[in-house]
């Protein structure tokens, strides 16, 4: 994997999605595994930038937290719509229970009549993932674009084998954009990495404050870069946080 250079560990932010960037994507939500390894670079790229390192995610942030403990970064859940920030202060955006409402309703049904569907429930959003079932794409997209159709301003985001139905008042570029106006992130050239189309956003924003941006997987992308899978992705974030500590001790 070839990147530009990031500059001095001061210079740049890390904005990193979890699923398929800091885990391998599993069956399940809940069978990911972020392995020692990743945990200790994330740690060591925390202490060299001074903390500018958050993780961007679709995830409830309390779920987040739950596998990244003992560490608990700056992160933004829900694809922009909660964000916690470096010292702690949290920011949601305001719950819509009529969609909610509306999407128990039109969801719960179809998941309850075919097995291997899952209903994932957020605070304010929902997710239907068909992983185990495929030949029900056509009928998951169906039922979301019929919830999207009786909810104002709901936007449905298609990621890999799962469609997510969300207010469309924030996304993971938004989130950035945000945690860039506040130290200590404030002042540094963005760098972020998403493997999936829902990551589209955060690298449209982060390109346009000539930042640098990374796809990790197949698909069509803006990303500037590209690398072939999680575990290469992995191995150079590795090796980037050696590098940076290796740097802050010699200054």
Request: glycine share 8%.
């Amino acid at each position: 994997m070839s990147l530009p250079s990031l500059g001095a560990p001061d210079q740049v932010a890390f904005f990193l999605d979890f699923d398929g960037t800091l885990v391998e994507v599993a069956e399940r939500p809940d069978a990911v595994r972020l392995t020692e390894r990743t945990r200790n670079a994330l740690s060591r790229l925390t202490d060299a930038t001074g903390g500018a390192v958050a993780v961007i995610t679709g995830r409830e942030i309390a779920d987040l937290d739950r596998f990244l403990a003992p560490l608990r970064l700056p992160a933004a859940g829900v694809h922009g719509l909660t964000r916690r920030t470096r010292s702690g202060e949290n920011h949601a955006a305001p719950i819509d229970e009529e969609f909610l409402r509306h999407a128990e309703l039109l969801l719960a049904p179809l998941v309850l009549s075919e097995p291997g569907l899952l209903l994932e429930r957020k605070s304010n959003a929902v997710a239907l993932h068909y992983r185990s079932r495929p030949d029900l794409e056509a009928a998951c997209r169906d039922v979301m674009d019929e919830l999207a159709g009786i909810s104002r301003g709901i936007q449905i985001k298609r990621g890999k084998m799962v469609f997510e139905a969300k207010p469309a008042l924030a996304d993971k570029g938004t989130a950035i954009i945000d945690f860039l106006k506040e130290p200590p992130f404030a002042g540094r050239r963005p760098f972020f990495a998403g493997d999936d189309v829902t990551d589209e956003d955060a690298f449209a924003a982060v390109n346009k404050l000539d930042g640098i941006t990374v796809k990790i997987g197949l698909g069509e992308t803006i990303a500037q870069h590209r690398v072939a899978g999680t575990a290469m992705f992995l191995d150079w974030l590795h090796a980037t946080s050696l590098a940076f500590m290796r740097e802050v001790a010699n200054d």
